[in-house]
């Protein structure tokens, strides 16, 4: 098989991808279409009721701070036991 130059693999992405350009544009579905879709979806989509958002709410507080206070302790316990490492006279 002969050598093929850099550019033969250059210039055959690029044909393909006019063409993928231009199969794409015949494809295209009008706007309006789309738009549709969207608001069929979107009134597919169960909300949460107040209730639940409240209950969710609640929690992602306090699981914030817990994890908030359980990183201070174990960056107070590593601060003292590296003061403790630096303070020790050889």
Request: glycine share 6%.
């Amino acid at each position: 098989m002969p050598f093929l130059p850099d550019t033969y693999g250059a210039q055959r992405n690029q044909v393909t991808e006019e063409r993928g350009i231009r199969m794409a544009a015949k494809n295209k579905a009008p706007k309006s279409d789309f738009w549709k879709g969207v608001k069929s979806e979107f009134l597919k989509i169960t909300w949460p009721d107040r209730e639940d958002i409240g209950k969710q709410t609640v929690m992602v507080v306090f699981v914030s701070v817990a994890l908030g206070m359980i990183i201070a302790l174990i960056d107070f316990l590593l601060q003292m036991g590296v003061d403790y490492i630096v303070s020790v006279k050889l």
